[in-house]
Nanobody, 127 residues
Framework: QVQLVESGGGLVQAGDSLRLSCAAS????????MGWFRQAPGKEREFVAV????????YYADSVKGRFTISRDNAKNTVYLQMDSLKPEDTAVYHC????????????????????WGQGTQVTVSS
């Protein structure tokens, strides 16, 4: 089991920045790909970013590319999401997730790849 706890959400204005953190406990954190997803009211959970176990490779949704940065510190069992130039459409509950395994191309961008999820942290961006 891997337990994930997100923090760092809040209410900000458009153009502001936030840094989300996700602290992991349980099984070896460095064995897992770590992803961030978000879910706005009435919408499905959508992919935001993912980082490989070593931190060498990252992928982003087109909607956040150039504004958000995912990183991890395996010594601290923590993954981060730095969010800059926030927009009202970024408003959502942000969840981190841990996954491992293999699959078809793009599988790590889907919720199905991930075995463990945090409860989420609310991010609200006012215009």
């Amino acid at each position: 089991q891997v337990q994930l706890v997100e923090s760092g959400g809040g209410l900000v204005q458009a153009g502001d920045s936030l840094r989300l953190s996700c602290a992991a406990s349980g099984r070896t954190f460095s064995n897992y790909y770590m992803g961030w997803f978000r879910q706005a009211p009435g919408k499905e959970r959508e992919f935001v970013a993912v980082i490989t176990w070593s931190g060498a490779i990252t992928y982003y949704a087109d909607s956040v590319k150039g504004r958000f940065t995912i990183s991890r510190d395996n010594a601290k069992n923590t993954v981060y999401l730095q969010m800059d130039s926030l927009k009202p459409e970024d408003t959502a509950v942000y969840h981190c997730a841990a996954g491992r395994g293999s699959g078809p191309s793009g599988f790590i961008l889907t919720t199905s790849f991930y075995n463990y999820w945090g409860q989420g942290t609310q991010v609200t961006v006012s215009s």
